[in-house]
């Protein structure tokens, strides 16, 4: 069984740009997460969905930051004008239901300028 | 506030000796511990968990001591391996809702 997957693994930006990171939870997986994991932090919840819902969204910083996950499968997070603070891994994980395991893919490393 | 507190950023053990890695809770509710095993490059993975109405919680080499009164917990790492150098995050939800991650002990095994 094929784990959660992300893309790209690294970005590298100036501050203002946008970036958008993509996560294919692993299949039947109806939760998916999105952490950032600042350097030598542990993994803080941005934002949650069960299936296309948004769940908890209120540590995902509203005006610069958005998530989706449009079919209840795969999900985009997207960064619209980058600040050095952003510079963190942006981590994806998913589980098959509230009682379950997370499963938590690479991540993206985010490095900004 | 910090929901999940390590006490140790880092720890250095001989190979064969006993890692033991602390951590405490703020809130009461929380009912579920898992510890998650962070390699470079890597996202976290579950190690072990244990849930509040167990003291103890055994598997292999690992064990979670934990302790509802004080509010804390510990792993053990028995025999601690090479390859047990990585970083562990020790983690609470309340009825398997949000988790919160402490900020990790990096653990290093010398050989």
């Known amino acids: 069984e094929a784990g959660v997957t992300q893309s790209p693994r690294y970005a590298v930006l100036q501050e203002g740009q946008a970036v958008s990171f993509w996560c294919d939870p692993i299949?039947?997986?109806?939760?998916l997460y999105w952490y950032q994991q600042p350097r030598d932090q542990g993994p803080q919840l941005l934002v949650y969905?069960?299936?296309?819902?948004?769940?908890?969204n209120s540590q995902l910083p509203s005006d610069r930051f958005s998530a989706v996950r449009p079919k209840g499968t795969n999900s985009t997070l997207k960064i619209q004008s980058a600040k050095q603070g952003d510079t963190a891994t942006y981590l994806c994980?998913?589980?098959?239901?509230?009682?379950?395991?997370?499963?938590f893919g690479p991540g993206t490393r985010l490095t900004v300028l | 506030q910090q929901q999940v507190r390590q006490s140790s950023q880092s720890l250095t053990v001989w190979e064969g000796e006993t890692a033991i890695l602390n951590c405490s809770y703020e809130?009461?509710?929380?009912?579920?511990f898992p510890w998650y095993q962070q390699f470079p490059g890597e996202g976290p993975a579950l190690l072990i968990a244990?849930?509040?109405?167990?003291d103890k919680k055994e598997d292999g080499r690992f064990t979670i001591f934990f302790n509802k009164r004080e509010k804390n917990l510990s792993l053990h790492i028995k025999d601690s391996q090479p390859g047990d150098s990585a970083t562990y995050f020790c983690?609470?939800?309340?009825?398997?809702?949000?988790?919160?991650f402490g900020d990790g002990t990096q653990l290093v095994v010398k050989p």
């Open positions: 983690a609470a939800s309340e009825s398997n809702n949000r988790i919160f």
């Open positions: 809130n009461s509710a929380f009912d579920y």
């Open positions: 994980a998913s589980r098959v239901n509230n009682y379950a395991e997370q499963f």
């Open positions: 299949s039947g997986h109806d939760t």
């Open positions: 969905f069960r299936d296309e819902a948004v769940i908890d």
């Open positions: 244990i849930r509040s109405v167990s």
